[in-house]
């Protein structure tokens, strides 16, 4: 007992942690369609400090180990909204895809933790996830952690993955005999939470520091809104360089010339005409005024 409680508040430096870090991202979110993930964050991390709770009160007072396996399943559910949310973060629609992408699928992989537990009088019972909603749980898991793999948040979004599986795990039908056992699944659970929240911090206050504006502005937006968007968008930029003849292309880590030197300098229209081009295509994502403040006026000359 004297173990389990101390392994229990050592977890809880993870769970403040994680809220420590993420209240203040709110100002990350402003002048973003990053809001409505940035909303169903702070939603999910209400639902695992619920789960925590609920943990700590099975420790303590012996409450429902049932209903601990629960909590904890819908904790990890709920904490997979906020990177696929980012997958519909665009203007027009993202409040749609809340509605009818994110909601639902929330709905149907938390449906095992509650089916049981409201129509079978099951609550008691531990809950045991056969191979299919684990499936899915995992599939969408790889979904939305896998849009920020290449990033600067590649660490954090890995922990964080890692996180949602070891809650998880206890409930899993192949992890029920495995050692070390729910308890320290849960605790090495809460405390990659709180790690994956202090690497994301720390790559947050890293931001590359590159020559070019129009470098500046492309990194910072594929790292906010992951591969999935800055490969869509870097297609419509070389879609257009090709049809007019510029003499770069985008990549993912930036703008490259065809030929010459990787640091000569465009010349001062076609500047202009890639930075016209940003704009029309990030204006989905962002206000102009958070363009403004990363592009600054050197591209403009």
């Known amino acids: 007992m004297p173990f389990e409680i101390a392994l229990t508040c050592l977890s809880l430096l993870g769970l403040i942690a994680y809220w420590w870090a993420i209240v203040p991202a709110r100002r990350i979110a402003v002048g973003t369609t990053l809001t409505a993930p940035w909303a169903w964050l702070i939603g999910g991390l209400g639902m695992w400090s619920a789960a925590w709770a609920a943990w700590a009160a099975s420790i303590a007072f012996h409450a429902s180990q049932g209903l601990v396996d629960r909590m904890g399943y819908l904790s990890a559910v709920s904490l997979l909204a906020p990177p696929i949310a980012v997958l519909g973060a665009r203007r027009p629609g993202g409040a749609v895809w809340g509605w009818f992408v994110v909601l639902p699928m929330l709905c149907v992989l938390g449906l095992p933790a509650v089916s049981g537990a409201w129509w079978g009088g099951e609550m008691a019972g531990r809950l045991r996830l056969d191979a299919p909603p684990l499936i899915g749980f995992a599939l969408v898991l790889v979904m939305g952690v896998g849009n920020y793999v290449g990033t600067r948040f590649t660490p954090a979004a890995l922990v964080y993955g890692l996180a949602l599986l070891l809650q998880v795990a206890p409930a899993s039908a192949f992890g029920v005999n495995v050692r ?12 990659c939470l709180g790690l994956a929240a202090w690497l994301a911090v720390r790559a947050g206050r890293r931001v590359p520091r590159r ?39 985008l990549h993912l880590d930036g703008f490259a010339p065809l030929e010459g030197p990787a640091d000569s300098r465009l010349d001062r229209e076609t500047a202009k005409k890639i930075e016209d081009l940003l704009r029309w295509l990030l204006k989905r994502f962002v206000d102009e005024e958070w363009i403004d403040r990363r592009i600054g006026t050197a591209a403009r000359g």
């Open 211 to 249: 020559q070019e504006p129009l470098d500046a502005l492309w990194i910072e937006f594929r790292d906010l809104f992951g591969v999935v968007w800055a490969k869509r968008s870097l297609e419509r930029v070389n879609h257009s360089a090709r049809a007019q003849q510029w003499p770069v292309r």
């Open 180 to 191: 070390p056992g729910p308890l320290m699944f849960r605790a090495g659970a809460t405390l």
